[in-house]
Every structure is written in C-alpha cells, then in structure tokens.
C-alpha cells in the first residue's frame, strides 16, 4: 500500500487554514498543523477532525522558531508544506511594520531555510491580489508585474513572492506554488467552521454576518462616490472552500521544478452594495448601514482573471454567491461569538 503523504500547514488553524486542513484531509492526505494561536482557537481543528472524522497533528509553535521547525520535520515525513501563517491586518500593519515584516517576511524565511535543511522542496505560498498594486488593469492577471504596495502587509506579501522567485532560481531542487488570493469568504457547509475575527472585523463579509446577528448596529460602507455602477467599491469574492480546494489542486502542480503563480478568484467583481442586498435577500436580515468617507489605501475595483488556474490546476470556483452567504450566515447564527460558544445544532439555515 502506498503511504499517506504528509503535507505541513503552517497558520492551519486560521480561517483559510482551518478550512484547507479539512480538504486535505478529505482528499487522502494526514496533516500537520503548526500555529501560535496569536489569530485562532484549537477548537477550530477539533471541529475539522469530528468534520473530517480522522485526526490531524496539531503542534503549538511560532514559524519564526526554527528550533520548532527542525524537530518537526525531524519527526515527520512531510510531502509539502502549505505556508498560511501570517499577520493579515492592512490598518494594523501600517502602525506595527516591525512586527508584519518580522512574522511574514522573516517567518517565511526561516520556514524555507528549515525546509531546505530537511529536503523539503514543495512549497504553496498564500499570497495575495494586494501584490498587483494600484496601477494594475483589471481583470489582474499573472503576467502582470508585481506593483506597488501601499502598506507594510501588501509589500511582505511582494517581498515574500521576490524571495521565493529567488530561491527557485538558485536551486531547481524547488518547486513553489504562489496562490494569490482575491476575496474569500463564506464558511464550511455544516456551520461547524468559518472566520472568527478577533475585536472589530476589518473586512466586509465577517462585519455584515456581526450585523446581522446582532453583535453590531451599523455596517459602515466606505466610500460612495467610487468611479463604479453605484459609487462603492468592486471586489472578486469567493467561497473559503473553494480557496481550499484550490490548495489541494496546486499541490498536485507541486511535481513541476520552478515558482508558479496562480490567482484564485471567480473573475466577476460585486459591489459592497450587491453584497448587502444579497445577505439581506439570502438571510431575510435587514443590515442597517450608512455611508462614511473612503477607506484609506482602498482600490475602486479589481477583480482576477483565474483562467490560468483552470488550465494548469483544473480549479474553478464552483461555489455562488448565494450559497457564499447562506453558509457565512450560518456559521455566524450557530456561533454568535465565534468559537467562544457551543454549536447550537438546532438552528437550521435558512436556504
Ligand atoms: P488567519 O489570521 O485566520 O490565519 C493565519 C494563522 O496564522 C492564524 O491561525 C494565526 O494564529 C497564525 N499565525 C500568525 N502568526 C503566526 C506565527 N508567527 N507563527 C505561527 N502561526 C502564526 O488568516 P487567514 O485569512 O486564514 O489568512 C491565511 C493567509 O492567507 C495569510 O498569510 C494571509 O495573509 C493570506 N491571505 C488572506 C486573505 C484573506 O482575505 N483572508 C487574502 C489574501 C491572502
Ligand atoms: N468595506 C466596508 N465596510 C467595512 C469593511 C469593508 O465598506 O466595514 C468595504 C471596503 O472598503 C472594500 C470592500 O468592503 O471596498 C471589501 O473590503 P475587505 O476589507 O473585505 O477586503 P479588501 O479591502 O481586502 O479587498
């Protein structure tokens, strides 16, 4: 019998990560978490295991600990590793650069310096639509030189892809997939898992789902005046697993030497209005909101051009809008408070 691959998920405990974890496990593959828990409960991996209905390593421990690293890949043969672990906050970045280059640039360095000790060579690396910078033609696709940042998040993001650029070319040995990532959303269908921002959401689709349970009055929507169909501004939203999906297929690309990079997205951008309307449409909730001044460093639109992951990585987001926001929804009414409560396995969704 052929052995399971191993494949090591750094940050698996996250809302990607956590979500990704249980595709792999579904697909075949045993994982190993690694995660400092600084943006994430372990209850999220137990609900993957009784998901997944196997367990899953699960190592408390920082990507900056090479020590760490060591004794991991010491005790375990892993195929692949899938690189989450990071700081995700724009604002939050600006006013701590240290601590966002520190954690992302730094942490991803000394994963690869690990990996590299141990023979490791397989790398997916969570990147990010951010990289394209403000000048970028819509639809983005990944031809297009890396642009401009405007942030300490969006420009470790770029400096990590450079780095990784780099390695391949120094060493054929590596084979690296960079996943650039659009908006993610929605959560698993059962409701067990999804995103679980810690203090006020900085992003759109976890403040609306607040709103909507009641945790908070008003959405906020920045900005109204945006050279757009109704002035707000235009995102390329998909569902987490989908994203998570995507991750598997890349590791299935990870027997090609060289970086590969792939924007994961649907290619059909929707408003922060049409967001609204559709959460209010799909969850009969009414979200109250009023429109403030433009968020800084925010772009008017932007949206991925995925077909390359279609033809090279046979991925598509299959998951709608509709079933986006019936499953955040549900997540959210089943786990009012994140994963600081029970599931409440009375409620049932309403679509
Ligand atoms: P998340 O915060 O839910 O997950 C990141 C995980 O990494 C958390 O579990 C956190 O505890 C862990 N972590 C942070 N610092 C660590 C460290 N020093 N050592 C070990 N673990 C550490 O975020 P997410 O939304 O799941 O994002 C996952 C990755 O995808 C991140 O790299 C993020 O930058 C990237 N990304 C996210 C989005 C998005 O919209 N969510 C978009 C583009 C890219
Ligand atoms: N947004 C908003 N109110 C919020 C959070 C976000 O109007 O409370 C808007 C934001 O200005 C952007 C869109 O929603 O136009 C998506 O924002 P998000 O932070 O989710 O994603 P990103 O900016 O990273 O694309």
Redesign the pocket.
Known sequence: MKPTKKVFVTGGAGYIGSHTALSLLEAGYDVVVLDNLCNASQEALHRVEQLAGRALTFIEGDIRDRACLDKLFREHDIHAVIHFAGLKA?GESVSAPLAYYDTNVNGSITLCQAMLQAGVFRLVFSSSATVYGPEAPIPYIESMPRGATSNPYGASKSIVEQVLDDLVRSDERWSIAMLRYF?PIGAHSSGMIGEDPQGT?????P?IAQVAVGRRST?????NDYATADG??V?DYLHVMDLAEGHVSALDRLTLPGSHIYNLGTGQGLS?LQMIEAFERVSERQIPYQFASR?EG?LAAFWADPSKAEKELGWQALRGLDEMIADTWRWQRQNPNGYRTEINTTSQGTS
């Open positions: 724009v908006n959401p900085n992003n759109l689709m403040y959405l906020t929507v920045f900005g707000t501004c995102r922060v968020r925010d």
